[in-house]
């Protein structure tokens, strides 16, 4: 078979990411869906003035390179701590615990880091409208509140509705649980979150996943993620964080 | 000062609106003790944004946690039968399709027209929405569940909200650590009361006027 989409590392993975790159990084926060190993990768990289399309921006405060419950863990506030990133775009850009403030917040507050805060289903429909070839929709989210400002009204059914546009990103960084050669993906438990909505969403995605096995270990049942959507995946082991 | 009622019990008055077969998404907080009061007999199916759904109560074992079996309150839950999985798009076309029951809230302050302020405190300069906004939006029932008044003794249900809205005329039941408030076309209907106290002081830490309903009870157990 021609097609290789297996990476044996992480940081050739994220090589090619080039200085602001729009990047969507999957996961909710906890430890089950985040693309830990690729996040420290595209760190490492060092690429500058990213775009970081993802739920929150850093679980809970100064945790860029702590741990959870004793385990090792990263996520993406080392990207904005270290000052990668240009612009966020999210649901969760504040902590969860106000009065442990993370970094983006402080970055924010200085002036240093620019912010779009969507509702966390617009942010979800906005990317898989994305991935499905939508160039916009209507939703009842947001109508009469600060996300509403700026955008077009519209009534529908009696009910008024936003128009939000789809997001894209230019790499899309996702964790899941399986993968098979072909880059076909299966999730555990809360895995799925947006990781599965961004790897339709974006011109190169990247899957960290916990095991790559051969063509016919994956029951074609139970594929979440089509093979199609994915161009390279590489194994937790290869990482620092397992 | 008297006492109040604690979070249990909120959580528990709250939980008694969770009719058989509801499909119900708990926000972080007091909202998500509600999951340990669901009236005998009864099968509540919760919904967690980050998909999942028909999961059991909050995990305290270390030993049984799983790191997959996480709600969006970032607490780690048990498995149960009939349990599944799905993506965030799949989540809120649940959300906003209708096709949750009821949602319960905290809040930061709560309009007599059922507006609600939970997302943005003004001096902090960024806010939180997470799925709150479309689950007010679309939720069929939406209860709030908060204390009744700030850490301070400030007032959380005013004429107006004086924060940022989450969703306009979107509340249906307030319930606090003093009264259970049905928020009504005509204004807020005070249902019920915490033991030792009196109309006028519960309306003295509510801006809006209270409508005393005619069967006014006492909360009890």
Redesign the interface.
Same mark, same amino acid.
Do not use: D, H, W
């Given at each position: 078979m021609s097609v290789n989409k297996v990476y044996e590392s992480f940081d050739e993975a994220v090589a090619d990411i080039p200085d602001g790159a729009v990047i969507l990084l999957g996961g909710?926060?906890?430890?089950?869906?985040v693309p830990q190993n690729l996040t420290l990768a595209l760190h490492r990289k060092g690429a500058k003035d990213l775009t970081i399309v993802s +739920?929150n921006a850093g679980?809970d405060g100064r945790i860029g390179l702590g741990n959870i419950g004793g385990k090792p863990y990263a996520d993406h506030e080392i990207l904005v701590s270290s000052g990668q990133v240009k612009k966020f775009i999210g649901? @969760?850009?504040?902590s969860?615990v106000?009065s442990r403030p993370n970094a983006? *917040?402080e970055l924010?507050?200085q002036g240093k880091v620019e912010?779009e805060? @969507?509702?966390? #289903? /617009?942010?979800? *429909?906005r990317?898989?409208a994305a991935g499905a070839g939508i160039g916009a929709f209507y /939703?009842? %989210?947001? @109508?009469? %509140? *600060? @996300?509403a400002k700026d955008k077009e009204i519209k009534t529908i059914n009696g009910k008024e509705m936003i128009l939000e546009y789809a997001l894209k990103g230019d790499y899309a960084l996702i964790r899941a649980h399986k993968a098979d050669t072909m880059g076909n993906l299966v999730?555990? #438990?809360?895995?799925? /979150?947006? +990781?599965?909505?961004m790897a339709t969403a974006a011109d190169v995605v990247i899957a960290e996943v916990d095991e790559i096995v051969e063509l016919g270990e994956l029951d074609p049942e139970v594929i979440?993620t089509p093979g199609i959507f994915v161009d390279r995946i590489v194994e937790t082991s290869k990482g620092e964080i397992q | 000062m008297k006492p109040k009622l604690d979070r249990e019990t909120i959580a528990l008055i709250v939980a008694r609106e969770f009719f058989d077969g509801a499909v119900v998404n708990l926000g972080g907080g007091i909202p998500t003790l509600a999951s340990n009061f669901i009236p005998e007999g009864r099968t509540v199916i919760f919904h967690s944004e980050n998909g999942m759904l028909g999961f059991g109560p909050v995990e305290y074992d270390e030993n049984k946690q799983s790191v997959y079996l996480m709600n969006a309150s970032a607490q780690l839950v048990q498995p149960r039968l009939g349990m599944c999985f799905f993506d965030h798009a799949m989540s809120f076309a649940m959300i906003r399709g209708g096709h949750v029951d009821i949602t319960v809230l905290g809040a930061l302050q709560v309009s007599e027209k059922g507006d609600l302020a939970n997302w943005m405190i003004p001096e902090r300069g960024i806010g939180v929405i997470g799925g709150a906004m479309d689950l007010a939006f679309c939720c069929k029932k939406l209860i709030i569940a908060m204390e009744h008044t700030t850490p301070k003794g400030g007032i959380k249900i005013y004429r107006k909200c004086t924060y940022p809205i989450t969703a306009p005329e979107c509340v249906d039941l307030i319930v606090t650590d003093l009264a259970v408030i049905e928020v009504t076309k005509d204004g807020l209907l005070l249902k019920e009361i915490a033991p030792g106290w009196t109309v006028e002081e519960v309306q003295a830490v509510t801006e809006p006027k209270l409508i005393v309903a005619e069967d006014l009870k006492e909360i009890t157990l």
């Open positions: 909710f926060g906890g430890i089950a869906p +739920n679980v649901s @969760v850009p504040g969860i106000v983006l *917040e924010y507050r912010l805060i @969507v509702p966390q #289903g /617009t942010l979800a *429909e990317i898989r /939703t009842p %989210t947001g @109508v009469s %509140t *600060e @996300v999730y555990k #438990g809360v895995m799925r /979150t947006f +990781n599965a909505v979440v | -």
